[in-house]
């Protein structure tokens, strides 16, 4: 790489973590600071994501930096035939930082690679998402006082969730014991057990989810479980109604459980968790402003200012 | 060696070249197509199948005269029959022997398996890590799919 990228959560050592969650608790205490004045952010969304883009945006826009990019990319010239190695050359010739979302995979890397300015993935297909994982992070720390020691409970689609698999390598570094809550069809894949297992993290494989394992835990994350991920139409039917959380499953919980989600939920947290304190995705998703605008800063070298 | 006997084995001795040994029945032609032997039109080649062999029970040899490889068109063979011997022959003496074995880097020389991988769609050469040599399993460096030695094509 020829300059400081954000493309996965993999590349972080455990001081890259720590220092760029630092960073965004004092964004939290004060997320208005002029430290991007006079620079452009390219936002190149190759596929539409709402939240993660919006969050970028007013990240830089409370950073006093200005945002130039699009939304779709059927508006551009990728459309007409372009390839992305021209885009990212061209927008490099305007912009102090690519912000980029692409439906393929491995996209990030080679704009990387590419481009002398930094890249920031902002998901790259199913691959990776590094600023959610950091953030997921971020609200853990937060929500527990600490990263270390603690007891993950993972719950929903194992296999193809891009946020659960990348949450285990950033939790790698903080002696974690995980919790897998999955139906048959979507369970954790062998390369993420085999990491696991060589990275010495103890976990237990789980098809039910019951109170027992919520009781033991301080994290539950949930993730939504897809009806088009499935083969087997009637195991779908049969399982969707398994992976919900209620609010009547947490009486037995622990003082400190707290409960994310990537979001965009759709029925697997009861709307009667959101009235429980220990219902903690929305501030989870506002941590993502504060962990990007430490990104931000991250990948441009101003560290120093913060 | 005498003159008479050199003169026996002249359709399988060579002067100066390779002789490539130990090679899997089963792939000696594809390592043939590896190596692209088709393109040489002057050289002298010799292809036997199914030889004896105490190693490994049955064998493949090809043997090239005068040519030398790179590296890159050997590491083409290690993808596909990683325990072949190489040997360089000058003046009908080996010179040197050295087994082929994968490199930890591979660009531009095989196909990702994912068709949403950003190299199956971008005029650019692919680029694997091989995470396990002696499996032969790969791993893309764009999209991070990792790709068993069964499953490895060649561009």
Known sequence: ?????????????????????????????????????????????????????????????RLGGRVVGFQDASTTSSS?????????????????????????????????????????????????????????????RQTQNRLHDLQITIVGDLKYGRTVHSLIVGMSHFNPSFHFVAPEELRMPDEQKHFCDKQGIPYVEHTDFTEEIINHSDILYMTRVQRERFTDLEEYERVK???????????????????????PRVNEIAYDVDDSPKAYFIQQARNGLFVRQAILCDVLGINHLI | MSAQKKKAL??????????????????????????????????????GNNFQSKKMGRKGVIKIADKFFKE????????????????EIRDFEVVRKCPVSLPDELKGLVKCN???????NEPMPTHFTVIDKEKGTLRCRYCERKINKEDIIIK
């Open chain 2, 114 to 120: 994912n068709p949403r991988c950003i190299t199956n």
């Open chain 1, 80 to 140: 007409k035939g372009e390839t992305l190695k021209d885009t990212i050359l061209m927008v490099s010739n305007y912009a102090d930082l690519i912000i980029m979302r692409h439906y393929l995979e491995g996209a990030a890397r080679y704009a990387s690679e590419v481009t002398g300015i930094p890249v920031i993935n902002a998901g790259d297909g199913a691959n990776q998402h590094p600023s959610q994982t950091l953030l997921d992070l971020y609200t853990i």
């Open chain 1, 1 to 61: 790489m020829k300059s400081k990228s954000l493309v996965s959560i993999d590349q972080c050592t455990k001081e890259d973590i720590l220092r760029i969650l630092d960073n965004a608790a004092r964004f939290e205490a004060n997320p208005n600071r002029v430290l991007l004045e006079g620079k452009v952010a390219a936002t190149l969304f190759f596929e539409p994501s709402t939240r993660t883009r919006l969050s970028f945006e007013t990240a830089v826009n």
């Open chain 2, 10 to 47: 002249q359709v399988a001795t060579l002067e100066n070249g390779t002789a490539i040994d130990h090679i899997p029945p089963e792939h000696l032609f594809k390592v043939a197509f590896l190596l692209e032997l088709e393109k040489l039109d002057t050289n002298t080649i010799t292809i």
């Open chain 1, 241 to 263: 109604n398994v992976y919900i959380l209620r609010k009547d499953m947490l009486s037995q919980s622990k003082a400190n459980l707290r409960i994310l989600h990537p979001l």
């Open chain 2, 72 to 87: 890159d068109e050997l590491n083409r063979i290690a993808l596909i029959a990683p325990n072949v011997i190489l040997n």
